[in-house]
């Protein structure tokens, strides 16, 4: 959001007509404000930052509209991730334009794991991650084998507990609505996520979002954190003091037992509010080419080195 606010005054220059005015809120702040406002009416923002989750409820209940309705049309809707994009569609019509989409990976320190012993599979599960951490945590020198979102919040540790959930088997709601959080792989999440936590995971996590398990790791504090691929950027950025210390691997993609595979984490969109029915996820991606990705088009210089891939991917 940071980098989209920077582009501020190339659209003043575009648009003369149009003064723009920045709100920026915690997470919890603002899903309260935004469905606030625009379940009343209240017309206090021209344009949000919703997620994926929220375009469909919201333009089924009439607060949104197309953003085919007086949008410019020197841009290419075809760039956009089919995945993405066919979530934000009804009908062939775009509710909502998304500026980045993400999953989510685990971050670890290379030194660590190395000192512990061990190997990150490329796609590790959630029983290698929980001893790992348990190997990797140094109470005396204030390492945490595992840093996770603790605090409370759909975009806080419910997030990270969705996609840890599916994993594990569970579910909210099975077909008839009827809520799921007292079968048993319910259970096992949150039994196996408060043991990991509380073996390895830092002190008063149940306090931490996104940004302070970030200065955490970035502090050279965690071993591990598993969270969403836009943090590689800042884990291996001149902030961060193990910046030549930091691998990826896959998120875990199974509990103790068999579960699905991994799931998407819903990327932020830009919302114009103001109507569409429940929409449907594509079932492929493609590259999308961005200023602010992380390699330019053409192997140019980007944030991971000059042509570091041929293609980037989300898991899906």
């Known amino acids: ?27 919890n702040v603002l899903r309260q404000n935004l469905t606030t406002d625009i379940s009343t009416g209240g017309g206090a ?19 949104l509209v197309s953003m085919n309705d007086g949008m410019a049309t020197d841009w290419n809707a075809g760039d956009l991730l089919t995945a993405i994009a066919g979530g934000l569609t009804v009908g062939g019509n775009l509710y909502a334009a998304p500026f980045y989409g993400e999953s989510s990976m685990v971050m670890f320190r290379t030194d660590l794991m190395e000192k512990a012993g061990l190997e990150m599979p490329a796609a590790p599960t959630w029983t290698f991650i929980r001893e790992a ?29 969705t996609a840890m959930s599916n994993s594990f088997g569970a579910r909210w709601f099975d077909e008839d609505w009827t809520a799921q959080f007292d079968t048993q792989p319910s259970a096992d999440t949150l039994d196996f996520y408060l043991g990991m936590m509380g073996e390895s995971g830092p002190a008063g996590a149940a306090n931490n979002g996104f940004n302070k398990t970030l200065t955490l790791f970035q502090q050279g ?20 003091t193990v910046a030549d210390k930091v691998g990826f691997a896959l998120a875990p993609a199974s509990g103790p037992g068999p579960g699905p595979g991994r799931r998407l ?4 969109v830009a919302g114009n509010p103001h109507v569409v029915q429940a929409a ?21 210089q980007g944030r991971l080195g000059r042509c570091p891939s041929g293609r980037a991917h989300l898991a899906l």
């Open 133 to 161: 951490a348990a190997a990797m945590t140094d109470r005396d020198n204030d390492i945490n084998g595992i840093c996770a979102r603790g605090k409370a919040g759909w975009g806080k540790n419910m997030a990270f507990l």
């Open 1 to 27: 959001m940071i980098r989209m606010q920077g582009l501020t005054p190339e659209s003043n220059a575009l648009h003369s007509d149009i003064t723009v005015e920045w709100v920026k809120l915690k997470e």
């Open 221 to 240: 504090k965690c071993g591990m954190w598993i969270d969403a691929t836009v943090a590689a950027s800042f884990v291996t950025g001149p902030d961060s």
């Open 265 to 268: 984490a819903p990327g932020m």
């Open 45 to 63: 923002y021209d344009v949000m930052t919703i997620g994926t989750y929220e375009v469909p409820i919201w333009g089924k209940n009439g607060w």
């Open 280 to 300: 449907r996820s594509g079932q492929d991606s493609r590259e999308l080419g961005h200023r602010n990705g992380l390699h330019r088009a053409g192997c140019g």
